[in-house]
């Protein structure tokens, strides 16, 4: 008996300390849309992909507890565009935990253009704002069309530096949770009849960092 009291004691230190790791913690949902005969549905996005022009997509951030997540698209031609937060200085106030952040805001989607080639989603979380990679999106909004590529690149690689700085920290869980300004390559499109991205969420634990990135071949 005293052996199994002291197994399941090293059991829950074990969890408390996992626990108190987790200071990380979000939802997250990329879906595109496949239409059947009659409706539509959703196939999530969790690895790298193919689409085609006319496609929709459509992204999700649902906060667990605070932590700053940030999600920026490169397009085909090395344009970057900052999609969340919506708005850097909102981060001052913060955004609240639990509430359904969508990308594109409200019913719109997402709808590839006619410009093929790749299409990259950098998603990332961390407990601290990282104002490098901030500095550099706003300067890119600011610049002139002619130095932009040259910033695009510096923001790339600005995302790997802060890749490989947070390389030692790990990804506690990621799990479904399922429950049933434009830029070059993207374009929004209403509708009111599409499902809800969130039904296929996943939910990401991590101690202090979560790095992802996603790219979809557009053809």
Not at 47 to 69: I, P, Y
Not at 133 to 149: F, R
């Amino acid at each position: 008996m005293s052996r199994f009291i002291l197994v399941a004691a090293i059991l829950l230190s074990s969890l408390a300390v996992a626990q108190e790791k987790v200071n990380v913690s979000f939802e997250w949902s990329f879906a595109t849309l496949t239409q059947t005969t009659k409706d539509w549905s959703l196939v999530p996005i969790t690895r790298d992909t193919a689409l085609h022009s006319g496609d929709q997509l459509k992204m999700m951030v649902h906060l667990n507890r605070e932590c700053f997540v940030y999600v920026l698209h490169e397009g085909p031609g090395g344009e970057i565009s900052l999609r969340f937060p919506y708005d850097l200085k909102q981060f001052a106030s913060g955004y609240k935990v639990g509430v359904n952040y969508y990308i594109p805001k409200g019913r719109a989607w997402f709808k590839l253009d006619t410009t093929i080639g790749r299409e990259t989603i950098y998603l990332l979380a961390s407990t601290q704002r990282l104002l490098d990679l901030e500095a550099l999106v706003a300067k890119y909004n600011d610049a002139p069309a002619s130095k932009k590529p040259e910033i695009s690149k510096s923001i790339v690689s600005e995302i790997r530096n802060v890749r490989r700085y947070y390389k030692s920290f790990t990804t506690i869980a990621e799990r479904p949770i399922s429950i049933g300004g434009n830029v070059r390559g993207m374009t929004k499109e209403p509708s009111s009849s599409f499902p809800d991205v969130a039904q296929i969420a996943t939910e990401i634990n991590a101690n202090n960092f979560y790095g992802k990135t996603v790219t979809i071949d557009h053809k």
